[in-house]
């Protein structure tokens, strides 16, 4: 039971998690008119999808999760006091992202080691000095704690703080090669599909 | 309603952040990890929220190849750009010049740098609530971009393009909003819209009280406005007039996603519209351009305003050649 749990764990790391910022920027289209956060939708998705039981008879793992975004907008959509028609004719129009799999050439490392680099130097200064000592020299809290004069209280606050700046950062930056334009593959998808 | 969900997701996957840096504490004791069992155990929001928080955790330990080796532990390695000392100026005119250069190098390097300050942006159509570490609140319209600052006891937000909302929140910190040649001194849970004109500021107190001083120094602009004030500052100078709550209310339909209109011309309008889309609207007939309009649009959907516009009116619109949509007069 408990390796059953680790597996789908392991399966939604491996293959939802990683489509974070294309269900991002997919969840976008369903909320121009700014009654939903699409933060929201991606993170009940996310929720959703690791719910999921049966992931093992799942093919298209992009396909699923889209489709599960796209139930949380919807939900969203029908949570809502007063609907406008033209909420509803938007969501026709919105194509599901590009599903195709195998997609996932993983970008050129030193790029990615610079983005985190990056994402490190964007935060606050001391933040930034205890999750520097932390992930760059891995010091333990306590370590840190007593080297800055900080509580390790103050210490977890401050790795916390940067975890989050970071796992945001990083959740928008897509780690696969990025489509020279988003909207012309998606209408593309489509296009097949309809002649399909 | 849905505005409170942003807050509840972030608590989420703040808690889930603290348990993944506890976990990873070599300290880390058994009664926490069953917490941590416990608390992961409670929803699949739970569960997922935590994989997320771990992954990134993960990914961040590739910044251990960073690390310079056999040095000391640096906790500034990471610090943004360095800044240039100055030292002694030499006398001769070309390494005055290179001195300048080098303050010039320092200034950029200083408003592009994000170690105090933190810039936040709209694209063109979207919008975007920001809650600052002092619980105030900016709420970004479309294609904006605010700059947040606080430092030496101040709350400074600059805004560089398009309108936001401002809530400051109560605080010792004074809360100043820069626009333009505007200096805006909020109080505490004052509310405030700004918008950047082509040349100025536009300024819309909401609630409570604001003080403006123009950064020339003409002191004598200073003024207090209170609620249910607007002012503008341009290169024209500074004019303020009262205004009623409906027509703030109006001024800020943009918030639900929405243009009012109670009069405004065509002109007007369309400039609106080409605010919040790509898909341009064009007036190519100057004898429409004041036609007068009143209504409640959606900001994403100009077509739906140009078909109410060629019905109420004998308007005709075409596409133009670069994807625009032409308004001209019907014949």
Not at chain 1, 29 to 58: M, N, S, Y
Not at chain 2, 31 to 48: K, Y
Not at chain 2, 233 to 259: K, P
Request: proline letters at 4%; one cysteine or more.
């Amino acid at each position: 039971m408990a390796q059953d749990d680790e597996d789908r764990r392991a399966w939604f790391r491996r293959e939802i998690l990683p489509l974070e910022p294309e269900l991002l920027a997919y969840a976008r289209r369903f909320c121009r008119d700014g009654q939903t956060d699409p933060e929201d939708l991606v993170h009940d998705a996310f929720a959703r999808a690791i719910a999921c039981k049966t992931w093992r008879e799942i093919g298209n793992p992009a396909a699923f999760a889209t489709r599960v975004l796209r139930n949380c907008a919807l939900d969203a959509l029908r949570r809502r006091k007063v609907l406008t028609i033209t909420a509803v004719a938007d969501f026709d129009r919105i194509e599901p992202i590009d599903e195709a799999p195998g997609a996932q050439a993983i970008m050129e490392s030193r790029e990615a080691l610079q983005a985190l680099a990056d994402a490190i130097a964007e935060l606050p200064t001391q933040c930034r000095r205890v999750f520097t000592l932390r992930k760059v020299y891995n010091l333990s809290p306590d370590e840190i704690a007593g080297r800055m004069g900080l509580s390790v209280s103050t210490v977890e606050k401050h790795l916390v703080k940067g975890l989050r700046y970071c796992s945001d950062k990083l959740g928008r930056r897509s780690e696969r090669k990025s489509k020279v334009d988003e909207r012309r593959s998606w209408s593309g998808t489509r296009d097949q599909d309809a002649k399909r | 309603m849905e505005r409170d969900t942003g807050s509840r997701r972030e608590a989420v996957r703040q808690a889930a952040a603290l348990w993944v840096v506890r976990l990873d504490d070599p300290s880390c004791s058994e009664a926490d990890r069953a917490a941590f069992e416990a608390w992961r155990g409670e929803s699949f929001e739970h569960e997922a929220a935590y994989e997320r928080e771990a992954v990134a955790w993960a990914r961040l330990d590739r910044a251990r190849a960073l690390r310079p080796g056999l040095q000391r532990p640096d906790a500034d390695l990471l610090a943004p750009a360095p800044k240039p000392r100055l030292t002694a100026l030499a006398r001769s005119p070309w390494a005055r010049g290179l001195a300048a250069s080098a303050a010039m190098a320092l200034i950029v390097a200083g408003s592009l740098s994000f170690g105090t300050s933190t810039a936040y942006a709209t694209a063109i159509g979207e919008r975007r609530v920001v809650v600052l570490d002092d619980n105030s609140r900016i709420e970004l319209n479309t294609n904006s971009k605010v700059v947040v600052r606080f430092k030496r006891g101040v709350r400074e937000v600059k805004l560089i393009k398009g309108e936001a909302l401002f809530d400051a929140a109560p605080d010792a910190r004074p809360f100043v909003v820069k626009a333009a040649n505007a200096v805006i001194a909020a109080d505490g849970s004052a509310q405030l819209a700004v918008r950047l004109g082509s040349d100025g500021a536009a300024v819309t107190v909401r609630k409570g009280a604001v003080d403006v001083d123009p950064v020339r120094a003409e002191a004598k602009d200073d003024m207090r406005l209170t609620a249910g004030v607007a002012a503008i500052y341009d290169s024209r100078g500074t004019r303020s007039r009262a205004v009623s709550e409906a027509e703030i209310d109006r001024s800020l339909a943009w918030r639900q996603g929405a243009i009012a209109l109670n009069g405004q011309s065509l002109a007007q309008a369309a400039a609106e519209f080409n605010r919040y889309n790509h898909r341009q609207i064009r007036i190519a007939d100057p004898s429409i351009a004041s036609l007068r309009l009143a209504g409640y649009f959606q900001t994403t959907e100009p077509t739906s305003f140009v078909s109410a516009v060629t019905s109420a009116f004998p308007v005709r619109a075409s596409q133009g050649e670069d994807g625009a949509i032409r308004l001209s007069r019907r014949s």
